[in-house]
């Protein structure tokens, strides 16, 4: 009897601290923070801006070469959470690449390519989203293609980056979460549409400066493990429409449209620009999570 009345309370420490960790392991914490950049990491002058032909070859007035660079307005906002878009400008004009002949390429690097760095991600996968205050974030960074000559269009930048994050908070701010993981890319894409066509109908008519080669989309979504590849599966069949701008040159059409999930480094290739007239710039870009 003696022994038994030990062996009670041994049991009934350990049933104690069994449900103690299973309550534990269901305890959802919130996912870790990381950071992520999205950078040009190379340009191609396939076909110089700065040129006049003459019987079919180059006449240096006032030369043959391009100096190009990168403008990226980044954007982040948070799925079903009000108001939650920001943004900022990096230029790459005082740090391009200079008299680039055409038929040669430049590797961009550090502040060549642009770099635009966002902190405090928190990547989620598909058990992540079964707790409500973790929230799906979007990011969206507008590439513009650029030629520089004698008047920067920093200004213009910015009045079109506070429209998109104004459009943002109109669209997917104001969204919420699809029930099935596999219907968030259409959500997404669907609400970039609607920010696009906000975008188109507040701009301003933004006044005449660098040459302007064209632009992109880079829209990155906060997402790994299994979730990151529902989306990646869903990425790898769509169609993915250029968006063009009637009648202006700035903002310059968006002539490629690139989406990645945060799971790791992805690259985008040989994109071609040529929304200058007779010149032609193809550029890589780069996305990947930094220290």
Known sequence: MKARSIR??????????????????????????????????????????????????CVA?????????????????KVGVPNSASGFVVSSRNNNPENVPEGETRIL??????????????????????????????FVVYSWVMEEDTVPVNTAADDVKDI??????DTIAAGSLPSDPADLLDLIL???????????????????????????FQVGIAAKGGLAGIIDTAIGSATIPSFPIPVL???????????????????????RFDQYGDGIHDYDFQTNQVP
């Not at 350990?14 to 269901?26: D, E, G, H």
């Not at 990168?70 to 954007?75: E, K, L, P």
């Not at 642009?114 to 989620?124: D, E, K, M, T």
């Not at 998109?164 to 908070?169: E, F, K, Q």
């Open 8 to 57: 009670r309370p041994a049991f009934a420490v350990a049933a104690v601290a069994v449900v103690s960790l299973l309550a534990a392991s269901c305890v959802q914490q919130p996912p870790d923070t990381d950071k992520w950049e999205v950078k040009a990491t190379k340009v191609v002058n396939v076909d110089s801006q700065d040129e006049i032909r003459l019987f079919g070859a």
């Open 249 to 271: 040159d700035l903002p310059p059409d968006i002539k490629h449209v690139n989406i990645f999930t945060m799971a790791g480094t992805k690259t985008f290739t040989g994109q």
């Open 164 to 169: 998109l994050v104004d459009a943002l908070n």
């Open 61 to 77: 007035i006032p030369n043959c070469n391009d100096e190009p660079y990168v403008i990226n307005i980044a954007t982040r906002v």
């Open 109 to 138: 690097s550090g502040a060549a390519g642009a770099p635009v760095q966002f902190n405090g991600i928190r990547r989620l996968d598909v058990a992540d989203l079964l707790n409500t205050n973790n929230k799906l974030e979007v």
């Open 190 to 216: 669907g609400n970039l549409g609607n920010a696009f066509t906000l975008l188109l109908s507040n701009i301003p008519l933004l006044g005449l400066g660098d040459d302007v080669g064209g632009g992109a």
